[in-house]
């Protein structure tokens, strides 16, 4: 009760912890995503590391298709539609409002490319078109 915690985490975050919580045995043939926030409910810390997103569709209320990685300080977003990114200093500007992309190519390009590892650690799928679309 009262308490904060400034480390990142992630809804994948949830079950690792819930599994910790439960004194459950390790699933030695399925790994999990996310790690156990369980340290930090105590007072404690866990490893940093990089958030990942994948949004590969449009949403019913205006999602568009992209994914992000936040490292550190850092948050790049990546529009697949128009191929276009924007990156964000997090701990200058919280309600990223500054696009420093053109600024920090070399964060750009790290970033870029530890996404493009991640995407395919996971096997994420590319947004395809949709064959029965209609324009209205």
């Known amino acids: 009760e009262g308490s904060a915690s400034s ?13 910790e919580i439960a004194a459950l045995p390790a699933d030695s043939e399925n790994s999990l995503d996310g790690t156990s926030i369980v340290p930090l409910l105590r007072g404690g810390s866990i490893e940093s590391r990089a958030l990942y997103w994948d949004y ?5 209320q205006g999602g568009a298709p992209g994914s992000v ?3 550190g300080r850092w948050k790049l ?12 200093d997090l701990e200058a500007d919280l309600g990223e409002r500054r696009d420093l992309a053109r600024e920090h190519a070399d964060v750009v390009a790290r970033l ?3 996404l493009a590892k991640w995407r ?6 590319p ?6 679309y209609k324009a209205s």
């Open 7 to 19: 480390t990142p985490i992630n809804s994948i975050d949830y079950f690792p912890t819930f599994v």
């Open 56 to 60: 590969p569709h449009y949403g019913n």
């Open 69 to 71: 990685i936040r490292d």
């Open 77 to 88: 977003v990546e529009w697949h539609d128009e191929r276009t990114v924007e990156l964000y």
């Open 112 to 114: 870029r490319e530890s």
């Open 120 to 125: 395919r650690e996971v096997a994420a799928k």
């Open 127 to 132: 947004a395809t078109p949709n064959p029965r």
